[in-house]
């Protein structure tokens, strides 16, 4: 009877084990060109399954994604998931470091979890400079229902994915690129792949007098900050690339490239139309798109033809910044407040120095990081570690931790790969000697935005850090002559690129790789290599290595 007892209890456990395995949610992508028009001429697009922009994808914190991409188009494409974590599964990122591209004619099936993370993200190819003709998207991360929000279920969620807009195609683009030429100015601004002019606009999004409703905002643009304002209405920070925020209440938002930001809006003004507003920031002419948002019961009376004034110069952008607040007592993903992770007490264990530069190299434009301007290689650089075959491929440590020379110097084109120890706390200065404004992002973490100030940084800025309550976030602007120092623990193993988000810069060599390699080799810190990874380069007909065990 005893073996018939326990015989039951493991069936019963291998039950629940199956039932409580976090939902899959499934698409299929078609990748396709397809004809648009944002700016009132045809124009190649890339689209999803026939959309420009491409499909949302709403979630739920620690469901598994499923995403089939047949490439349609006639050019290798990847994407990435910009902000999700990828918790021990860099081969899911989809940049060109860690994956294959899917070529022509092929399909690729992405498989990642949402583990742990909630917010506002969205997706985009890394690939060539596709991402000037689309194939982004929103992506949304919702809490579960067992975790409390600081704030009262909106009506509804918006996403709303604002950018500058180029009328040449993705392949002049990048022809003006391969020739060592800077990109020209945008020709535009969309809102959601429009520009809101010209006759019989239609609305946007729709709200009911009296209530409240949540708009998730994402630049995903190739070059220019924008400053998003909402006519005649007040928005209510609640959420910023996955943490919850201290609430404060703002007219206008600065969003530079790749930033995500969450607002409640309250619908409790005359019934009428009103116009969302997205220009550009610190450009010698303004580029401006609108968008509709119309009351309900307003009848269709259109908005004012007024718009709000965005505000000038960036030591507005630089206070503002300042005024964004960790939500300590919210809880995120998990049931515990943001605030018990006290990161303001953890020892810096190492301090490493970034600087950007802008150089030629055989009389063409590149750019670089502490000398060195990024090239990616036919073997993606993950591949090459996990193969055992990175020094046929790569060398660690290029850069040193603090660059030599503080002026300009010839850059060296090479693959950027730094060495950080697994679980150390890090901190990383980015420092800007150049006249324009800078966007950086890091895959595989958030990391907390501790400070931005003017001038050099040296260890005595520490003491203006917030080491109490600064945003966890996964990407960070520094304005011009100035740098921005960022904290965060290095636990998450993988290859992971921080990287330039503004296109022109990544494109010619603005990034490098972190490597975290546990010493283990354990399942408990990295997963093994996907069955259906795909092998090129010098990996192409080598025999997986041994696999990580738990």
């Not at 494109?507 to 990874?533: C, H, K, T, V, W």
Request: net charge positive; glycine share 8%; proline share 7%.
């Amino acid at each position: 009877m005893g073996r018939v007892t326990i015989l039951l209890l493991c069936l019963l456990a291998g039950a629940v084990a199956v039932r409580g395995e976090d939902p899959y949610l499934f698409f299929n992508w078609n990748v396709t060109y397809g004809t648009i028009s944002p700016l009132g001429v045809p124009q190649q697009g890339i689209l999803i399954n026939g959309q420009f922009p491409g499909p949302n994808i709403n979630s739920t914190t620690n469901n598994n994604i499923v995403i089939n991409v047949f490439n349609n188009i006639d050019e290798p494409i990847l994407f990435t998931w910009s902000g999700i974590q990828q918790r021990k599964n860099s081969w899911q990122d989809g940049v060109l470091g860690t994956n294959c591209p899917i070529l022509p004619g092929k399909n690729y099936t992405y498989h990642f979890q949402v583990k742990d993370q909630i917010g506002s993200y969205f997706y985009y190819p890394t690939t060539a400079v596709h991402r000037a003709a689309g194939g982004f998207g929103g992506l949304r991360v919702n809490s579960r229902l067992l975790i409390p929000v600081p704030y009262a279920d909106p009506e509804d969620d918006y996403t709303v994915l604002i950018g500058d807009w180029y009328s040449k195609s993705h392949t002049e683009l990048r022809k003006y690129l391969d020739a060592g030429r800077p990109l020209a100015r945008p020709n535009s601004v969309l809102i959601n792949g429009q520009t809101g002019k010209g006759k019989d606009v239609k609305p946007l999004f729709t709200m009911k007098p009296g209530k409240t409703y949540k708009y998730r905002i994402c630049n995903v643009g190739l070059k220019n900050s924008l400053n998003f304002r909402i006519q005649g209405h007040q928005m209510k920070l609640v959420e910023m690339e996955g943490s919850h925020t201290v609430q404060n209440t703002y007219d206008s938002l600065d969003v530079h490239v790749s930033q995500c930001y969450s607002v409640l809006v309250t619908a409790d003004k005359d019934p009428r139309d009103y116009y969302m507003v997205a220009s550009t920031r610190f450009t010698k002419s303004v580029l401006t798109a609108t968008g509709i948002i119309r009351y309900a019961n307003g009848n269709g009376a259109p908005a004012s033809p007024v718009l709000p004034k965005a505000p000038e110069g960036w030591a507005w952008s630089l206070n503002q910044f300042r005024s964004f607040r960790w939500n300590l007592t919210a809880s995120a993903a998990r049931p515990n407040p943001q605030g018990s992770y006290h990161y303001g007490q953890i020892k810096i264990t190492r301090t490493i120095k970034l600087i950007n530069s802008a150089s030629t190299v055989g009389g063409k434009l590149r750019y670089g990081i502490n000398g060195v301007s990024h090239i990616n290689l036919p073997t993606p650089l993950k591949l090459a570690e996990y193969y055992g075959v990175a020094d046929k491929v790569f060398k660690y440590n290029t850069i040193p931790d603090e660059p030599l020379l503080e002026k300009a110097a010839p850059v060296t084109l090479a693959p950027n790969v730094m060495n950080i120890t697994f679980r150390t706390f890090v901190e990383i200065i980015l420092e800007n000697h150049e006249k324009s404004i800078q966007s950086w992002h890091l895959d595989g973490y958030s990391f907390f935005a501790v400070a931005i100030e003017p001038g050099r940084w040296t260890p005595e800025k520490r003491k203006n850090y917030n080491l109490l309550d600064a945003v966890s976030r996964h990407s960070i602007q520094v304005f011009p002559n100035s740098w921005a120092a960022i904290m965060l623990t290095f636990d998450n193993a993988g290859m992971w690129n921080l990287r330039s988000d503004l296109t022109e810069r990544r494109y010619l060599g603005q990034e490098l790789y972190i490597s975290i390699l546990s010493p283990e080799r354990s399942l408990r810190d990295e997963y093994n290599i996907p069955d259906n990874a795909q092998l090129c380069g010098a990996v192409a007909s080598l025999p997986k290595p041994t696999p990580y065990s738990i």
